[in-house]
């Protein structure tokens, strides 16, 4: 139970104590703001067992501002924040728009996409994913043979939109890992030229300054506009760009 300054009637002082001199009052420092975000940053100990890598990559999604963001304001990760930057410059999704999200776990896409106005999202990943909305979710690995097939008889009819966030596992090999990246990223384009109405657009993730030339020379002949982009919500250290094509074009 706390007492004023007045009721406080100072104790006689024992031998060997402190002298009964009035203390100093301590005021708190105040804080500097442009080192805020630096002064915030918090460390990992490394664990028995634990890799430094582990380490490191929890470090950096305790202190990254996307994912305190992303947990703020309800979204399933920080990956959301990349779909809004890509929809604000290219325009990407419009309202009732029929979208699907090929690696769409755990379902940040699909909601901002849902928030955008899309009245339908069908998404697939390999990794189950938890209910959102009125969005349709498989479970299954989008290179399975039968995944194309089972989309388009989920979809109903041609899609506005394509959405691509598929990474293939690493093998810590760079020739190999960039080799299985490129083949997604074919199957997912091979995907929407088969689905997309026309006028429609096309999103994919790619790594190591993009596309392949061969595929990038078939989906400058299939759209209008073809762009890579880096959304700011995209790590810097990260290789991952994002490559945007939009406008359709009907098959001749």
């Not at 959102?132 to 194309?148: L, Q, R, T, V």
């Not at 989920?154 to 810590?172: E, F, H, M, W, Y």
């Not at 109405?197 to 096309?202: D, E, N, Q, T, V």
């Amino acid at each position: 139970m706390g007492c004023s300054m007045t009721d406080y009637e100072p104790k006689k002082r024992m031998s060997g104590g402190k002298p009964d001199t009035e203390k100093r009052e301590r005021k708190t420092k105040s804080i500097d703001v442009t080192n805020a975000t630096r002064m915030m940053t918090r460390k990992v100990k490394t664990a028995r067992g634990r890799k430094i890598s582990s380490k490191l990559w929890i470090e950096r999604q305790i202190n990254d501002p996307y994912v305190k963001e992303a947990k703020i304001k309800g979204y399933r990760s920080r990956a959301a924040f990349k779909l809004l930057e890509l929809n604000k410059k290219f325009n990407l999704i419009q309202k009732d728009a029929l979208v699907v999200d090929l690696g769409c776990a755990p379902g940040g896409w699909v909601q901002i996409a849902l928030k955008l106005g899309a009245y339908r999202v069908v998404g697939i990943d390999l990794l189950s994913v938890e209910p959102i909305g009125s969005a349709d979710m498989i479970e299954m690995d989008f290179m399975n043979k039968d995944a194309p097939d089972i989309l388009k008889k989920k979809l109903g009819r041609q899609p506005d939109i394509v959405l691509s966030d598929l990474a293939a596992n690493t093998t810590g090999h760079r020739q190999t890992d960039h080799l299985k990246t490129v083949s997604l990223v074919e199957s997912a384009a091979e995907f929407a030229m088969e689905v997309l109405k026309p006028g429609g657009s096309f999103v994919t993730k790619v790594f190591q300054g993009g596309a392949e030339e061969k595929l990038l020379n078939i989906l400058k002949k299939s759209f209008k506009t073809v762009k890579h982009a880096k959304p700011k919500s995209s790590r810097s250290g990260s290789p991952e760009m994002y490559l945007v094509a939009k406008g359709f074009l009907i098959k001749k």
